[in-house]
């Protein structure tokens, strides 16, 4: 059987057609619309909550960009410059840096009550630059004027408010950092650095003015641009200078540097013994120079004795130690408490007598010389570090305490020293013992202070210290 093979031809593939792929676009658009419309965008709250608010859509009508419902908020309070809370309607936020950024808190987390005064000046001494008189009831943020509904001032400078309800503003909790000049609605991190900057500031104004005797007198010290610490004294003394600002004093042909410490700058002035009685302006203040006259001491020694100050080259090597030691200071105070006797001996030669030597002249004496039975304890008048304590030519057994800012004390004549350089010390702690070595003609002890290198009158300092050399009872403070 012959069987025949057919050819099958298959139907040649149609192409699709234009409307075709016209379909499948209007499709794929109408897919892409409707992921839009059930998943719409996030919009930043504008009152710099960083939460995010549904956008609603708008008519034609309206403007291009949607619509944010602004959040609410309740209240809030600073318990200091880094801490604080803000309750809202839909939660309650926190931070720990000054404003900088906001964190939720749980709806159950009981917030600390308000303090009456910020933690950062909750000390007595420095109540005063709370800011907490400040009580704006506007603020001013360009050409516009804003209610205040509360405010709440850390400090001076550092201060928060809450606007009114329906204020048209960029947020409702607003901030300053230089006591309202200036309104920011977020905290950034410039304004951050000046807060920190702040708190610096009141950490050590907060140091200052523990040194004065009453918080009063601190206030009324540190809010003026210049004090003279007394403003009277007579040749030989000692006065101490504080200026606002960085700067130098000129006095009697020599420049002193202002030197920081706390909120101010400050200078030890000595006053020579051939200073004439007057007045004399430092800054906007004036110092009252008083006429003051020396006795005069006669003194009897052996020519040995004698015979020791015509060594020039020792008494010279000696000097170079003693300017060495004293060249360099410390740039603060070392002390805090009062100033004290280092003996209760008696007193044999005042300081500021000129002196004679087998009827000569030798010097004026800018020292006191008490004397007491060898081997007595000798105290340190106050705190400090030894900058030299070794035997010297002229002084014997000699110590150098410096109390920083360019104020040294020396003890001469000793019969052992009982510390060494580099040690730190305490008021009233043993430093050595009375004796008589040296050029001396018995047991004492040369006692005296050096402001800048040159001896001034230790008398000033017994049982106070220059922070309470001005009190608001001699009405010499700064008005």
Request: charge should be neutral; glycine fraction near 8%; aromatic fraction near 10%.
């Amino acid at each position: 059987m012959n069987l025949e093979r057919r050819a099958v031809r298959k139907p040649k593939g149609r192409k699709p057609s234009t409307g075709y792929w016209i379909s499948l676009v209007v499709l794929s658009l109408l897919v892409c619309a409707a992921v839009i419309v059930w998943f719409p965008s996030p919009v930043k709250a504008p009152d710099g909550s960083g939460s995010a608010l549904t956008s609603e859509p708008t008519g034609e009508s309206a403007s291009p960009q949607a619509e944010v419902k602004k959040r609410e908020l309740l209240d809030f309070h600073m318990d200091s410059l880094t801490q604080g809370w803000a309750r809202y309607t839909d939660g309650t936020m926190k931070t720990t840096d000054g404003g900088l950024h906001w964190v939720a808190t749980a709806s159950d987390t009981t917030l600390p009550a308000p303090t009456s005064t910020p933690l950062d000046v909750n000390d007595e001494t420095v109540s005063w630059m709370s800011g907490k008189e400040q009580n704006p009831l506007v603020i001013y943020v360009q050409a516009g004027e804003y209610k205040v509904r509360k405010s709440q001032f850390l400090t001076r400078n550092v201060g928060w408010v809450q606007l009114e309800d329906g204020a048209n503003t960029e947020a409702p909790l607003w901030v300053t950092v230089d006591g309202g000049m200036t309104w920011h609605p977020t905290v950034t991190a410039d304004l951050a650095k000046e807060m920190d900057a702040e708190r610096a500031r009141l950490k050590a104004a907060s140091k200052e003015a523990s040194f004065y005797t009453e918080p009063d007198t601190a206030q009324k010290v540190m809010e003026s641009e210049w004090t003279i610490l007394p403003e009277s004294a007579s040749p030989g003394d000692v006065v101490l200078v504080r200026h606002g600002q960085q700067g130098e004093v000129t006095w009697e042909g020599k420049t002193y540097k202002l030197e920081p410490f706390g909120a101010g700058y400050f200078t030890y002035i000595p006053l020579s013994l051939g200073i004439k009685p007057g007045s004399y302006p430092i800054g906007d203040r004036t110092l009252t120079i008083k006429s003051k006259k020396f006795e005069t001491q006669y003194l009897q020694v052996t020519k040995q004795m004698e015979s020791m100050k015509q060594d020039e080259k020792r008494i010279a090597e000696d000097q170079k130690k003693i300017d060495k030691a004293r060249s360099k200071s410390q740039g603060e105070f070392l002390f805090q408490t009062n100033f004290i006797k280092p003996i209760e001996g008696i007193l044999t030669t005042p300081y500021g007598y000129t002196r004679y030597v087998n009827g000569k002249w030798d010097n004026s004496h800018r020292a006191v010389d008490l004397a007491a039975k060898e081997g007595t304890p000798i105290k340190a008048t106050n705190d400090g570090i030894v900058v030299l304590a070794e035997t010297l030519y002229l002084t014997g057994n000699s110590i150098y305490i410096d109390h920083g800012m360019g104020l040294f004390s020396q003890y001469a004549h000793l019969s052992k020293l009982h510390v060494k350089a580099g040690d730190h010390v305490k008021q009233g702690d043993i430093i050595g013992l009375v004796g008589t070595t040296g050029f001396s003609t018995g047991p004492h002890l040369h006692f005296t202070f050096w402001a800048h290198n040159v001896p001034v009158n230790p008398d000033l300092f017994f049982n106070t210290t220059p922070f309470h050399w001005l009190s608001i009872e001699n009405n010499a403070l700064p008005q």
